[in-house]
């Protein structure tokens, strides 16, 4: 997991498994003392336009000014408000899953106040989105969607590199977050089983044993936790392997077959052909 933080490489490596679903987006403003107390039943997030945001959610406390950003997650109760100058921000409803698993981000330590310095190149695009939205331009939804993905992206981008930071004993650009969940600190051994393994064949008997579960409770573990059956994410980090050695034209398939675990060409081209429609000679 070279270059990867911990369970955040679950976003490279099942990329083409995340859905993103966009309930409403609209602007609001909030005059002097404004005061809201409640929860989201879904994703939310604030991009503070004007004045300024006080937050109490959990352990976070803080202020948001013009620039910041407040990524909610459901459920969680919260407490909101302003001071006399009062203020405005753009706020959009959404769901990000991967596979089965609808709300992903629940096990990542992403909500709270976002910097907007940490994320000024994306939350201009969202709001030139956002714009283009609010007028029902042609495409517009689709530009929305795009936008929200791209900033979403620079905030988990962002949790790894702080995380990576932590993990070494350097000091982040971000400040830390609570933790959302322990069920990913749970399979982190087994995620560094399967990148170090790969070359051999590997059984979920053996990712069971790393994660010190039974083999059955560990399959429906896995699967709630991430989206999809660890034997489907065994093939696909396998398949992602298998593409960028292919890209690189620096072994032959019968040497790719070897790298991943595969104990011969024939059965490799045919899981590649499976996955990808096409035979590994003709994917470039």
């Known amino acids: 997991m070279k270059g990867q933080a911990g369970s955040f490489h679950l976003f490279n490596e099942l990329s083409e498994h995340i859905t993103l679903r966009i ?18 039943s879904d994703y939310d997030l604030w991009i503070v336009e004007e004045g300024t945001v006080t937050l109490r959610m959990g352990d976070v406390n803080g ?3 013009a620039g910041d950003l407040i990524l909610f997650y459901p459920n969680v109760p919260y407490t909101a408000s302003n001071g006399e100058e009062g203020c405005r921000f753009i706020y959009v409803h959404f769901d990000f899953g991967i596979g089965d698993r609808s709300r992903i981000l629940d096990n990542f330590p992403l909500s709270g106040i976002v910097a907007g310095s940490s994320v000024q190149e994306e939350a201009a695009l969202f709001r030139q989105a956002f714009e283009r939205y609010s007028n029902r331009s042609v495409l517009s939804s689709v530009r929305l969607k795009g936008c929200l993905t791209v900033l979403l992206a620079k905030i988990i981008e962002n949790a790894a590199e702080s995380e990576a930071a932590a993990a070494s004993g350097e ?24 990148h170090e393994q790969l070359h051999r064949p590997i059984a ?24 999809v059956t660890p034997g489907y994410y065994l093939y696909q980090v396998r398949m992602n392997r298998a593409r960028d050695y292919l890209y690189r034209r620096s072994y032959t398939i019968k040497q790719i077959a070897e790298l991943l675990g595969y104990p011969d060409p024939y059965t490799f081209s045919k899981a590649f052909k499976k996955y990808y429609n096409k035979p590994p000679s003709q994917f470039v």
């Open 23 to 40: 309930g409403s987006c609209h602007s609001l403003y909030h005059d002097s003392r404004w005061r809201e107390v409640k929860e989201h």
């Open 63 to 65: 202020t948001a000014k």
């Open 171 to 194: 000091p982040a650009d971000t400040p830390p977050k609570a933790r959302a969940s322990r069920q990913m600190d749970i399979l982190q051994p087994v995620f560094r089983f399967v």
């Open 204 to 227: 979920v008997r053996e990712l069971a044993e790393k994660a010190g579960m039974s083999e059955k409770y560990f399959i429906t573990f896995f699967k709630q936790t991430v989206g």
